[in-house]
């Protein structure tokens, strides 16, 4: 039973450029939640997000970013014209849904954007 | 909202010493609690986790963890720590009421150096 999959891990762009992180839970698990990690901090709640909707989006930055998790295929976290301060940990979280999610989550890899 | 506060950013012990990482939270309730541990380029392990009974925790890597109600604490400890610990320890506080990851709240961590 793979685990909680990201891809890239590592990916670097130049300022302006757009960054693509994809995440694909665990199977059986329908439910979807990006974390930020800047240099030095802990883990910060971006999104939470079920197929085809968004529950919660409140860590979100206001512009430039956006998660979608469709019917089919992996969790996107979009990023658009990158800035320096974009530079983190990208990490997904999936579990099952409800009061099971808390007793179910499991995190990925993480994926690691620098921009330059 | 919950908060959860590490108090030690970097700690350094010898190998083959005790190892005690602090971890204090703020929530109106009991709350579910985690600690993670994240090596250098890695994602988060989970170490253990407290939702109820028993207040003393055993974990993987012969970690435990107590949670003292009275002092709102649940602080992370090993009795001797090998050079493999070294990495960067979260705790992290989601509510009872059994929400999914969106309440997931994390710690700064603390940064575990080991001396030989």
């Known amino acids: 039973n793979a685990g909680v999959m990201q891809n890239p891990r590592h990916l670097v762009r130049r300022r302006g450029q757009e960054a693509r992180l994809r995440c694909s839970p665990m199977?059986?698990?329908?439910?979807v939640y990006w974390y930020r990690q800047l240099p030095e901090e802990g883990l910060k709640f971006m999104v939470y997000?079920?197929?085809?909707?968004?529950?919660?989006e409140s860590g979100m930055p206001k512009e430039r970013f956006s998660a979608e998790f469709p019917k089919e295929g992996p969790s996107i976290l979009r990023i658009q014209q990158v800035v320096r301060g974009d530079s983190a940990a990208y990490f997904c979280?999936?579990?099952?849904?409800?009061?099971?999610?808390?007793?179910?989550?499991?995190f990925g890899e993480g994926s690691w954007l620098t921009v330059v | 909202a919950q908060s959860v506060t590490q108090p030690d950013i970097h700690i350094t012990v010898s190998e083959g010493a005790s190892l005690e990482l602090r971890c204090n939270y703020s929530?109106?309730?009991?709350?579910?609690l985690f600690w993670y541990v994240q090596s250098p380029g890695q994602g988060l392990q989970l170490l253990l986790k407290y939702f109820s009974g028993d207040t003393l925790v055993q974990g993987i890597k012969g970690f435990e963890a107590e949670f003292k109600r009275s002092q709102s604490s649940f602080n992370l400890r090993k009795p001797s720590v090998h050079w493999s610990d070294a990495a960067e320890y979260f705790c992290?506080?989601?509510?009872?009421?059994?929400?999914?990851?969106?309440?997931?709240?994390f710690g700064k961590g603390t940064h575990l150096i080991i001396q030989p």
């Open positions: 992290a506080v989601a509510p009872y009421s059994g929400g999914g990851a969106d309440g997931l709240t």
């Open positions: 997000l079920q197929k085809e909707n968004i529950i919660d």
């Open positions: 979280a999936s579990s099952l849904p409800g009061q099971r999610g808390v007793h179910t989550i499991y």
């Open positions: 199977k059986g698990h329908s439910h």
């Open positions: 929530y109106g309730a009991t709350p579910y």
